[in-house]
């Protein structure tokens, strides 16, 4: 399969979007495509709650909370050895 300038594996958003990065909730504030030969990568500011600023790039923001992943072995074990 060829590469496609026009498809985009990262997602793209939008000045005013609400974003996640590193599991902090953002607003994004300044944006610019950065198309690259190899990758697009998006750049972004992002306002943190705190109202500090921080630079990120596409691939490090995320739509919505990444959600905990269910693992059934540890779970499984987490009653074992308790009585009643």
Not at 59 to 70: E, I
Not at 72 to 83: I, L, V
């Amino acid at each position: 399969m060829r590469w496609n300038a026009g498809q985009r594996k990262m997602p793209r958003f939008k000045i005013g979007d609400t974003v996640f990065l590193e599991g902090q909730l953002a607003k994004v504030v300044w944006f610019r495509e950065n198309p690259n030969e190899i990758e697009a990568m998006d750049e972004y500011i992002v306002e943190l709650e705190n109202k500090q600023r921080q630079f990120a790039v596409s691939s490090a923001l995320a739509a919505k909370k990444p959600q905990a992943v269910y693992n059934r072995e540890h779970n499984r074990d987490s009653c074992h050895g308790q009585t009643y």
